[in-house]
């Protein structure tokens, strides 16, 4: 019975769809990416204005929030692990698996490397008005600093090719193989499945 009742929780995986958690976790990082890439877009085409102002100025904030977010992610997909859908079997599937596995490793040492760089800075850190850590004198630490000028940015951008693959690949699954893998993380749960 108690089996039966896990395996209809809407809040959690089945082998059928993801659950609440793991969508709402999904969609709502997806929105805060979108809202980072955003930014930083505006910064390029437009420069120092007061848009890019207000959209850049949340960029630490945001960053430090997906960063949580990703750990709590992980830490779900992983209690979630035995429960949700699994890839296809064979080539294709170890690629899915890879491209996953790829995104998440990006997820978590872009935000790392950002937040690495602002306590290396010595400036006190407070997203949306948190104390964070406080500043400290003598200037910046150049171990901390260096790797994110160096990478955080590329590593950015190529997280954001990475995710318009993994869009790409659910346009080629629903428009050409016809299969119901959006419908997973995003669609309707049919009446036959709940």
């Known amino acids: 019975m108690k089996e039966a009742r896990l395996a209809t929780n809407p809040w959690l995986d ?60 992980g830490a779900w997909g992983l209690s979630q692990a035995r429960r949700r859908p699994g890839h296809a079997a064979g080539l294709l599937g170890r690629l899915a698996t890879a491209g996953h596995l790829l995104i998440y490793a990006l997820m978590l040492v872009v935000p790392s490397l950002a937040l690495l760089r602002a306590y290396g800075s010595g400036r006190p850190f407070s997203p949306f008005g948190i104390p964070l850590f406080p500043g400290f004198g003598g200037g910046a630490i150049d171990w901390m600093v260096a790797p994110a000028r160096a990478a955080h940015g590329l590593l950015a951008w190529t997280l954001l090719a990475v995710v318009a693959g993994h869009v790409v690949m659910v ?15 995003a669609g309707r749960i049919p009446a036959t499945s709940r």
């Open 171 to 185: 346009v080629v699954h629903r428009r050409i193989w016809r299969d119901d893998v959006l419908q997973r993380m």
């Open 14 to 73: 089945s082998p059928q769809r993801y659950g609440l958690v793991s969508r709402a976790l999904h969609w709502g990082m997806a929105a805060l990416f979108a809202w980072q890439f955003a930014g930083m877009a505006v910064k390029l085409i437009l420069g120092r204005a007061p848009l890019t102002a207000f959209m850049v100025g949340t960029h630490g904030g945001v960053g430090t929030l997906l960063l949580l977010l990703v750990l709590l992610r």
